[in-house]
């Protein structure tokens, strides 16, 4: 690849980075109605499947605008691993995996960090809030209710990562960047 079309790849990613970091935004903001309900967790697995590291880019930039828009108060702390955790989760699965196990998989994996999302926040609110071991567990337990809603509704939209990582890669295909 030419100089130029090394320069133009880096400025077609970082356009195309940008833009899906805030469409995880936006698809937040537009689903803030259902508690707990939220294609944030697709998206993110869709993204690593599809450019497996880099992905980490677009999470990051969701991560960023919404410490933006809401603060970056102690809450946001927690956005710092839970993401990356998805991500690292997502990893584990190789390109070469069958379709078929992917399309198990990814929703399962989606599902998982749900109703772990909870007991992945509460360590850090724990030492935020000077609650021992008991206190986090009750913690934990007040919002399993918000957790299992988490699931359901990661599970059900969690079908569509297969196919929306398909189309992400036939779309880079198409373009000089990505063949």
Same mark, same amino acid.
């Given at each position: ?107 399962? *994996?989606?599902?998982?960090?749900? @109703?772990? =999302? %909870?007991? $992945?926040?509460? #360590? +850090?609110?724990?030492?935020?809030? /000077? ?17 299992? *809603?988490?699931?359901?509704?990661? @599970?059900? =939209? %969690?079908? $569509?990562?297969? #196919? +929306?990582?398909?189309?992400?890669? /036939? ?9």
């Amino acid at each position: 690849m030419k100089n130029s079309d090394s320069a133009s790849k880096k400025i077609f990613e970082l356009v195309l980075f940008a833009m899906l970091g805030a469409l995880m935004f936006a698809s937040d903001i537009a689903m803030e109605a259902l508690p707990n309900v939220h294609i944030v967790g697709v998206l993110a697995i869709a993204y690593t499947a599809t450019f497996r590291a880099k992905a980490l880019i677009p999470i990051y930039i969701y991560v960023f605008i919404t410490g933006l828009v809401y603060g970056f108060a102690f809450w946001w702390v927690a956005y710092l691993y839970v993401w990356l955790i998805l991500w690292g989760m997502a990893m584990l699965i190789p390109r070469s995996a069958p379709k078929a196990l992917c399309a198990v998989l990814y929703p399962t *994996i989606c599902a998982l960090h749900g @109703l772990l =999302f %909870g007991v $992945l926040n509460a #360590p +850090l609110y724990a030492i935020a809030y /000077g609650m021992g071991f008991d206190g986090m567990i009750a913690w934990i337990a007040s919002g399993l209710g918000f957790d299992i *809603i988490h699931m359901i509704g990661n @599970l059900g =939209f %969690g079908l $569509l990562i297969l #196919p +929306l990582s398909e189309l992400m890669t /036939g779309i880079l295909k198409k373009t000089r960047f990505y063949r």
